[in-house]
């Protein structure tokens, strides 16, 4: 398969797996949290399409950014995708709590509750970028061709 094809079946099959291990992780974080009155099914059906909206989202936009950086700098091994990943996701997460979840004067609280998404978000990140690279392969990519004059 040709790079661009390899790279567009990364971007249109990476976000659907990575979240749907971020559903199963939500699931299984509310059902320990409250057994009584949650349902794992719904759980998951509800934080789904959400969680694919925001990994395809980071995917088209910082995830392919770094890919582009990454090949520059001739990173190729899956454990720096595997990172960047989560370290994106995370990140991302973060600035969302900072701006959604409370003012800077309750800034303990919305870091307290953004544990609970954090405990989403990076494996979701970690599975959407580590999904990519098993598809994408960069590892295997020739290197960057000399462009100095001769």
Same mark, same amino acid.
């Given at each position: 398969?040709?790079?661009?094809? #390899?790279?567009?079946?990364?971007?249109?099959? $990476?976000?659907?797996?990575? %979240?749907?291990?971020?559903? !199963?992780?939500? /699931?299984? @974080?509310?059902?320990?949290?409250?057994?009584?009155?949650?349902?794992?099914?719904?759980?998951?059906?509800?934080?789904?399409?959400?969680?694919?909206?925001?990994?395809?989202?980071?995917?088209?936009?910082?995830?392919?950014?770094?890919?582009?950086?990454?090949?520059?700098?001739?990173? #190729?091994?899956?454990?720096?995708?595997?990172? $960047?990943?989560?370290?994106? %996701?995370?990140?991302?997460? !973060?600035?969302? /709590?900072? @701006?959604?979840?409370?003012?800077?004067?309750?800034?303990?609280?919305?870091?307290?509750?953004?544990?609970?998404?954090?405990?989403?978000?990076?494996?979701?990140?970690?599975?959407?970028?580590?999904?990519?690279?098993?598809?994408?392969?960069?590892?295997?990519?020739?290197?960057?061709?000399?462009?100095?004059?001769?």
């Amino acid at each position: 398969m040709e790079r661009s094809a #390899r790279l567009l079946a990364a971007l249109l099959l $990476a976000p659907p797996g990575g %979240a749907v291990l971020g559903a !199963l992780v939500s /699931a299984t @974080l509310a059902a320990i949290i409250a057994p009584s009155i949650v349902v794992f099914e719904f759980q998951f059906l509800r934080w789904f399409p959400w969680i694919i909206g925001a990994t395809f989202a980071v995917s088209l936009t910082l995830g392919v950014g770094f890919h582009i950086v990454a090949r520059r700098l001739n990173w #190729r091994r899956f454990v720096t995708y595997w990172i $960047a990943g989560g370290v994106i %996701a995370s990140s991302i997460l !973060l600035i969302a /709590a900072l @701006l959604t979840m409370g003012q800077f004067a309750a800034l303990t609280d919305a870091l307290a509750d953004c544990l609970e998404y954090l405990g989403v978000a990076l494996p979701t990140g970690i599975a959407t970028a580590g999904i990519a690279w098993l598809i994408r392969r960069p590892d295997r990519d020739a290197p960057n061709p000399d462009t100095s004059p001769p």
